[in-house]
């Protein structure tokens, strides 16, 4: 899966790993004894941690400025006391068609890290130019971006800031499924992508001991040790899934959608979906760590077990939550002490004497071609995470398949049945995932592509929010 966190952050630092999204984003607390082990920073985390700290400062002046702009359209149209004029989502209150805005014409949101396409689709929840449920995201994009942050409780997906300032690329919107805001979700991919097999998919998402959980048994959400049986789930709500490959000219929206969801319709396209790289293949490359991390993270398909006729997935979900909580504390350890000295052998029925065997090895060999302050564990970890059955995509595209991409993509657009209220846009460039020497044309094909089907219904100028350029939904 995507390492966001590491699906993706720098290497999408486990897009939470798109695996474990598999999803090697967001680190789930670990437990020892009675005692509970805070879970310690991500790669992406590290790196840009005062980077998103300013952001989110930079973001509240924004959310200010903009309702200062909310009150002034409201006093005008003598509607300043309506409460849900106001940004924050704190519960989920249905929109009527009568009391939604209306764009203008349809922005276009660009962002970089594509968890930051949040902040405009939270803006566009608060001042009602998007119901606050059951909305539809179609996502073009190379990852599901479908890994869940197992260091976030579930309540706090109702907390526009912290779902702000702590989720990543990786694991962005599944907290948006479990609070409502969209219930059908389309994942548009090459066929190179095989994260999640092409299909319908119909599952509950809710919440066990305040973490979000799925009961959708594939093997993308088992290696992340998210699946859950769906009596364990409080709270739950059904959400559609369906998965499409992209590229062909035979791919119809109609499928999918239809005129109906013309106010809650969101098309959000990650450039990465044209061509993309795994950045997790170049981590410690003289010590062929990738490779190793394959073997040492593997763990039992489900599929066998379906084509067996068993219906219960809960050992097996069981089994992999132990071998990544074992895992973790391995090197988390190595991380702390720098060496194995005081850490005890992991149960053998969890992590084996031949895996364990392996992990010893790649240490010796990651110590034999870096220097100690060259070796970070956490993001070794992370890596790992994204190594699931079916691991990340790695397509350079070139330039012959680039035309044939767009081609398709021009198509899919005029068969929509309705167009968007709002398009989000990511480079995902500066985690590496779309590549940084084809990133800015394949936008600029992207943008002439949207304008040449929407013509004047689409807004004069993107918003490039990677270049902080200004913006107010309320004047779009």
Known sequence: ???????????????????????????????????????????????????????????????KEEDDDDDDDDNDNEESTDPEDEEEVPQLVQSTQSSLRSFQRIPVFIVDYHNDVMEFIYRCLGTRHLPLENNLLVHFDSHPDLVIARDIPASASYDKDTMLNELSIENWIMPMLYAGHFNRLVWLKNSWCQQIPTGKHQFHIGHKDDRIGVDCPLDYFIADGNYCHSDELQESRQIELQVHDADSPDLNPSVFMSSKDDLRFILDIDLDFFSTSNPFLEIYKDADCYNQLKEIFHFDSVESLKKAGITDYSATAARRKKQLEALKLIFWHLEEKRNFEGLAKPDETVITPQIYSKILNLAEQLQSKYTDDEIDWLLIFDSGSTTDNNGLPHHISTDKELKEYFANFKTFLERLPCPPVAITMAHSAQDDYCPQDQVAYIEDQVLKLLREVFGDRLHEKAILHYMDDPWDVMKL
């Open 1 to 63: 899966m995507e390492s966001d966190t590491t699906e993706k952050e720098s290497p999408k630092t486990m897009e939470g790993s798109e695996s474990a999204d598999g999803g090697g984003e967001g680190a789930e607390a670990e437990k020892s004894g009675e005692a509970e082990v805070a879970a310690p920073p991500t790669k992406r985390k590290k790196l840009l941690d005062d980077d998103e700290k300013k952001n989110a400062a930079d973001g509240n002046d924004d959310a």
